[in-house]
DNA sequence: CTGGGTTTCGATAACGTTCTCGCTACTATT
DNA sequence: AATAGTAGCGAGAACGTTATCGAAACCCAG
């Protein structure tokens, strides 16, 4: 109820001296001999002292806080990019707040905007599918505020990016259901305007071109099983069906498997699957789910690693970082 | 560069009043006209004013800010209560700080400690599978910070918490395997000294011995699918082997599911597996987990209004809230 | 001893807000 | 017309910390 902790202040009465010198020995800085640094670290800790961060933060202007503002993260690539943020802003000691947008442009502008500017000193986003007008990320940056974007970036922004190498991705998860003797290879696209989606559907484009091939059929939808089953519904429609599908990523490939599975039609030997992320539920799966795995986990942490840089130098260079992905070939792609 | 922001000093100056007049407006409180409130808010919304929140939480002692402090946020369970916690804070206007604890007793320690206690209104957490020492929380207590605890909670120790209801879950759960006509039934258990070890074991035993029958063996290990494979292999060691499994999570059912896949015994028909948690991944596999479905979502909004509510009334009296479960059947307990 | 150079420390002003007073000017009451 | 009451505003302190500047206190060379 009271709830007065202990402050500077009660340190330095208690000892006899002033606050300044509690301060610099608190820091371990110059200006103050080795007994009485020890004389207050040791009352600091019996007095059971914790820095009031309201306090450093007003007078450094800085908080030592940076914001995450992600859709979701009740799937495995989102939650595991977050640990990397996490484990890595705690190293360099760091706090991580929370937001999360629920892929709507609303809350995201709603958030940006209301987010006090003072309560951070940076911010590290994955945009909603929804996202078009930029202008409350443009706000930002004109008050110089650190940001950086990861995933789901916008190209029409200057600031530093980390993403996986969507394009190339693409390029070996087509050149292998190629290579496996696949020939009439429809896409499941991600929803129009992101960027990603834009680099898995061309680097799937130009493969095919580069094989004499056609698409068989590209959909554009959101990133649910659900949306994967509606699609293969539409493109199981016509007279000439698909022999294979590349996903945007696993959910939807996995929304693939289930459907096919419900009509019996053989996974692999008939229709071959692959996906995009290497979410865990791609190997539970059966048969299992070949896919692109993502460096999720690194970059949560390059990406917390660049934005770190922004907010310690300023005008340090923006960049844009590409992470590599890795063909993992499971049964679902298995001819035979 | 510069990152100046605007202040209420500059407003004040702007429009020849006080500082005070300005604070007043914006917290359209009493004691200022309804025009030169107008005139400040048309004036700070033109000159882009953000609170500063170092400021108003230095005077105020309050920063609108809670700590979540969970194992892990990459698998459903977690990362779906956090979501709940999110969605409340948020519309409440409080902000939300994540801190993974990655299931270690040192590093759930290290962050409470070093968690400035003037940086957050209050906490919620989840505690490690190691915990044991509970001294770290209970220095928070008597310092009298809000805490509360979900899931997994220490049971000696005096505050809020929310749980689903594990014992009866659990007996839920048993019931239906005996209902089934399964009657060797092991348990594969959590880490030991967790209480939600211990709600599940009990109600798993109780119901057992309400139908005279007698446990075939209970295993105590960790959380993950590679666990419940090492369980499987030590429970079929013996020559009398078990009828069914009920796991103390969905991710060790789907590990023994997994193991019993690969020796072709037929899951279900002769081998009855149920889970608890209700993951999504459990109605991908095949064959589909039955399972006890846990309110993740609730938890976590439950147990954000218990904080809140502690850190908006001191002496709110400490809650011990069970939010019910709900028994899922699925192909893993079918017996033809 | 004197004087210049360190070392160690203290006073005090900031940081941006809120809060407690008190003061003015206006309205209402008698 | 005099007084009481009230609405609106300003001056200044406070919150806990850091930063700047200067003042002691000490050392050692001359």
């Avoid at 103050?32 to 002292?49: H, P």
């Avoid at 905007?113 to 202008?135: A, K, N, P, Q, Y």
């Amino acid at each position: 109820m009271t709830k007065r902790l202990t402050t500077i202040k009660d340190i330095a009465r208690e000892l006899g001296i002033s606050v300044a010198t509690v301060s610099r020995a608190m820091r371990d800085t110059y200006d103050v001999s080795a007994e009485t640094r020890k004389l207050v670290l040791d009352t600091a800790a019996k007095m059971n002292y914790r820095p009031n961060f309201n306090a450093t933060g007003l007078v450094k202007s800085g908080t030592h806080k940076i914001a995450v503002i992600i859709p979701a993260i009740t799937n495995y690539y989102f939650s595991t990019v977050i640990t990397g943020i996490q484990e890595y802003a705690l190293e360099k000691n760091y706090q991580v707040m929370l937001y999360l947008t629920n892929d709507s442009a609303y809350w995201e502008t709603k958030v940006v905007r209301e987010l006090s500017l003072s309560s951070v000193d940076g911010l590290l986003v994955c945009i909603t599918c929804e996202t078009t007008d930029l202008s409350h990320f443009q706000e930002l940056i004109e008050a110089d505020m650190p940001l950086v974007f990861f995933d789901r970036v916008p190209d029409t922004i200057n600031t530093s990016m980390v993403v996986q190498d969507d394009y190339t991705g693409a390029c070996k998860a087509t050149e292998h259901l190629i290579a496996q003797g696949y020939t009439r290879i429809a896409h499941l696209a991600g929803p129009r305007g992101l960027n990603l989606t834009q680099q898995r559907m061309q680097g799937y484009m130009d493969t095919l071109k580069r094989h004499n091939l056609e698409s068989f059929g590209i959909i554009h939808s959101g990133f649910s099983d659900e949306n994967g089953r509606q699609d293969m519904q539409m493109l199981f429609n016509g007279d000439v069906k698909p022999d294979a599908i590349f996903s945007v990523n696993d959910r939807k490939a996995i929304g693939a498997i289930l459907w096919l599975r419900e009509r019996h039609i053989p996974v692999g030997a008939e229709v071959g699957v692959i996906g995009f992320t290497n979410d865990p539920t791609s190997k539970i799966i059966s048969p299992s789910l070949s896919t692109i795995a993502e460096p999720a986990y690194e970059i949560g942490r390059t990406s917390c690693e660049v934005l770190i840089r922004h907010i310690q130098k300023q005008n340090y260079p923006a960049q844009e970082i590409s992470l590599p992905t890795e063909l993992i070939v499971r049964e679902s792609t298995k001819r035979s």
